[in-house]
DNA sequence: ACCGTAGGCCAACACGTGTTGACATACAAG
DNA sequence: CTTGTATGTCAACACGTGTTGGCCTACGGT
C-alpha cells in the first residue's frame, strides 16, 4: 500500500508548471483576481489544460494550498527562547514561501480559504501549543493569540505593506514578537 | 467658506441607502464579489444609480470608506493604563463597525485598499504613537508593530474567524493584549 | 396649470470569466 | 507501419460584470 502509482507520467511537468504558477498568480491576487487564463499563460499552455488537470479553480486552488508548516519539536528547545524560535521560523516561512501570502489573501477573500486556514491553525498550531503550555487545556486560546500577532506581522509587512512594517529588520522582529510570543504561550493566565 | 452647500436634495435618502449597502457587501464579501447590483438590490434602487450618483465602483468604494477611527487623546490618560485602553478602543470599533472589517477585506483584496489602509495608518495611528511614546522617532516603528498585533486579532477573530479567538471574552483579549500593546509603545527598544 | 428638471427604472452594450467539446499532434505498443 | 491513447490547442458557449443612454415619472418653482 506504498506507492499504488508507479505511472511517470509524461505531463508530469506541465502539472508541476501549472501548479507553481498558480502559488505565483494566487498569492499575488488572491483568489478571484487571479484568472485560469493568467495562470495558464504564465505556465505556458492552455486555459483548458487546467480543467483538465484539476477539473476546476477550486480544484486548482485546493491542489495549489496544501501547507505544511513544518513547525520544530518543541522538546528540543530551550524553554525560555521557544518564542524567539517561534518568530524567526514563521519569518522564514513567510519570506521564502508564497504559499502563505496567497492562503493569507485568499482566507480574506472566501469561506473556503478561512476554513482553510483554520485546518492548518487545528492541525498544525494547537498541538504545538498543547506541547509547550503548561495547561494544555488553554492549548487553543494561546495558539489563537500566537495566530493573532504572527498573522498581524505577516499581514502588515507582507501583504499590506505598511512602511514601517516593512522597514523592520528580521532581527527586530524577533526582538520584538519573541517575547510576546513567549508570554502568550507560557505565561499565566491573566 | 462654513457651509458652501444649502441645498437639501431630495435624493439624499437614496445616497445614504447606497452607502449603507454599500459598506454592508463591502464588509460581507469584500471588493472583487461585492457587486454593483447586489448592493443596489440590498438598498432598493437600480444599479445605474450608484453609477449617478458614485461614478463607478472604485468612487463608491472611495466615498464608502472613509474611516475615523476616532483614536482617543492620550493626554489625559495613565500611561501605564494606556495598552489597556487601546486594546479597548479597538474593540469597540471593531464590534460596532463594519466599515473596519470591510477595509481589512478590500485592503488584502485591492492595492487601492492597501494604500486606504496605510493613510489611516499613518495619519491616525503614527500621530497617537507620537504622542506617547519617549522616543518620538521612533513612533512609526511602534505604531507599526501594534497595528500588527491589533490587525492581526481583527483578523483572526472578524475576518478568519478561528473559533478560540472568536470564542475569547471581550476582557481577556484586554488582559492579553493590553500588556503586548503597552510594551510596544513605552518598552526600551530591546 | 404649466413646465423644467431631478430622481428613478429599463434594456442593452462590451467585456472578461470559468468551462466545454471538437479537433490536431506526438508518443508508445502491436 | 498502424493504431490507440495521452497531451495539447482552438474556438466557442453561457454567464455575470461594470457601465451607458434613453425613457418615464413626479416634484417644485412660476
Redesign the interface.
Known amino acids: 500500500m506504498s506507492d499504488t502509482e508507479r505511472a511517470p507520467r509524461r505531463s508530469d511537468a506541465t502539472r508541476h508548471a501549472i501548479l507553481v504558477a498558480a502559488r505565483e498568480r494566487f498569492a499575488a491576487e ?1 483568489y ?2 487571479a484568472t485560469i487564463r493568467a495562470i495558464a499563460k504564465e505556465a505556458r499552455i492552455d486555459p483548458s489544460m487546467v480543467m483538465r488537470y484539476y477539473g476546476s479553480k477550486e480544484g486548482l486552488y485546493a491542489a495549489a494550498l496544501d501547507v505544511d508548516l513544518g513547525m520544530p519539536d518543541p522538546a528540543g528547545l530551550d524553554p525560555r527562547e521557544v518564542g524567539r524560535v517561534l518568530v524567526s521560523h514563521f519569518l522564514d516561512l513567510w519570506e521564502e514561501n508564497e504559499v502563505l501570502s496567497s492562503l ?2 485568499v ?4 469561506q473556503a480559504g ?1 476554513e482553510r ?2 485546518g492548518v ?1 487545528r492541525d498544525q498550531l494547537i498541538p504545538l501549543a498543547r506541547q509547550v503550555c503548561p495547561e494544555p487545556e488553554q492549548a ?2 494561546r ?3 500566537i ?7 505577516a ?3 507582507y ?7 516593512v ?2 529588520g528580521r532581527e ?1 522582529i524577533v ?2 514578537l519573541g ?2 510570543i513567549q ?2 504561550l507560557t505565561a499565566p493566565r ?1
Open positions: 488572491g478571484d483576481r493569507l489573501r482566507g480574506t477573500t472566501s478561512a486556514i483554520q491553525f487553543a486560546t495558539a489563537a493569540l495566530a493573532s500577532q504572527v498573522l498581524g506581522m499581514l502588515t509587512r501583504v499590506l505593506r505598511l512602511p514601517p512594517a522597514a523592520l527586530e526582538a520584538w517575547p510576546t508570554r502568550y491573566p
